[in-house]
T-cell receptor, first 115, second 109 residues
């Protein structure tokens, strides 16, 4: 099946710094990528949808200037958490979809801790 | 609005059968997914239903009734490793997934 990787798997950063998370589709072209955030014992919350080569579409309540998403190629999307604060600590998961397919393939997630 | 409902938590015994229900109200329907998620890990795909009826895949089966806005995931011959959260998600008319809050399944020996 299709494989999506995420890097890093865990990151600890200090408050005020920025963190970049990469999401790669390894064996297919991801025309659409999704970024989710998940709080403990909660369901996935869609943050934004990005199509290759165009600007991301952010969900209501998600600050686009704080969570920068770039989907520059068909195999790579990045999420940058700018000026991170402790409340940004969470589990961030990306998923990718090929235009030929209905299924979203999930990355393994990134655990972000802001101290 | 869009809404996906599933029980918060269920408990079952190893070797038994459990059915996890999901009801939905969404703007449009392009299929219903079930995902399994172990603590601290990303969801993994279990099943996809877009037509009414039962889809069987090994120990897991998924059922859909579009007229009732209802689905269930049936797990047979439960194993301890099946302890996880099970997420129901519906793909709406914009091909976006609307997620349920998940059902935490606890398996007891």
């Amino acid at each position: 099946g299709a494989v999506v990787s995420q890097h890093p798997s865990r990151v600890i950063c200090k408050s005020g710094t920025s963190v970049k998370i990469e999401c790669r589709s390894l064996d297919f072209q991801a025309t659409t990528m999704f970024w989710y955030r998940q709080f403990p014992k909660k369901s996935l919350m869609l943050m934004a949808t990005s199509n290759e080569g165009s600007k991301a579409t952010y969900e209501q309540g998600v600050e686009k200037d704080k969570f920068l998403i770039n989907h520059a190629s068909l195999t790579l999307s990045t999420l940058t958490v700018t000026s991170a604060h402790p409340e940004d600590s969470s589990f961030y998961i990306c998923s990718a979809r090929d235009r030929q397919d209905y299924e979203q393939y999930f990355g393994p997630g990134t655990r972000l801790t802001v101290t | 609005g869009q809404n996906i409902d599933q029980p918060t938590e269920m408990t079952a015994t190893e070797g038994a059968i459990v059915q996890i229900n999901c009801t939905y109200q969404t703007s449009g329907f392009n299929g219903l997914f079930w995902y399994q998620q172990h603590a601290g890990e990303a969801p993994t795909f279990l099943s996809y239903n877009v037509l009414d009826g039962l889809e069987e895949k090994g120990r897991f089966s998924s059922f859909l009734s579009r007229s009732k806005g209802y689905s269930y995931l049936l797990l047979k011959e439960l194993q301890m490793k099946d302890s996880a959260s099970y997420l129901c998600a519906v793909m709406d008319s914009n091909y976006q997934l609307i997620w349920g809050a998940g059902t935490k399944l606890i398996i007891k020996p």
